[in-house]
């Protein structure tokens, strides 16, 4: 099974986790690694690169970082440099969802093709939807007749 691996600050990746099994239901194989304050960076690398050994039963990982440019993000790219995994930065439920319901059937290849079009998806602009539908729902006097 494709291994997942979400790395964030905080307690992000443990709630978005949280989350993603409301959806889809209690998730193997997919573990949390979060960077705290006062954690050091060595122990913090160490438990990435050991939940990425325990993920890689051959059918590889995929690894989701919260941003860009951050502590987690920096540690999952020196990782690239000793491990073949697929990483994203950016992740977002719809990501993490996509990557929980798909992996099953799908190649490392079709899943991280799949995720990636999922994140690259716009955000939806709720309060334009909702006026958008207002105006589309208001009925004149003419249309009621």
């Known amino acids: ?32 690694v979060g960077l705290y304050h006062g954690d050091g ?12 050994d325990r993920l890689d039963d051959g059918d590889g990982v995929i690894a989701f970082v919260d941003i860009l440019g951050g502590s987690p993000s920096n540690v999952i790219m020196r990782s690239l440099g000793r ?6 930065a950016g992740v977002n439920m719809a ?3 996509q990557a ?8 490392l290849d ?14 939806i602009l709720l309060h334009e939807m909702y006026e958008e539908m207002s105006a589309g729902s208001e009925a004149t006097e003419e249309d009621e007749f």
């Open 83 to 88: 491990k073949k995994f697929y990483a994203i």
């Open 110 to 123: 079709e899943l991280y093709e799949t995720v990636l079009q999922t994140a690259k998806q716009p955000p």
């Open 100 to 107: 929980c319901m798909m992996r099953d059937g799908s190649s």
């Open 41 to 52: 960076i060595e122990v913090f690398e160490k438990k990435v690169n050991d939940a990425l």
């Open 1 to 32: 099974m494709i291994g997942i691996l979400i790395a964030t600050h905080g307690g992000f990746a443990e709630g978005l986790l949280s989350a993603v099994e409301l959806i889809a239901g209690k998730q193997d194989h997919v573990e949390t």
């Open 95 to 97: 990501m993490t969802v």
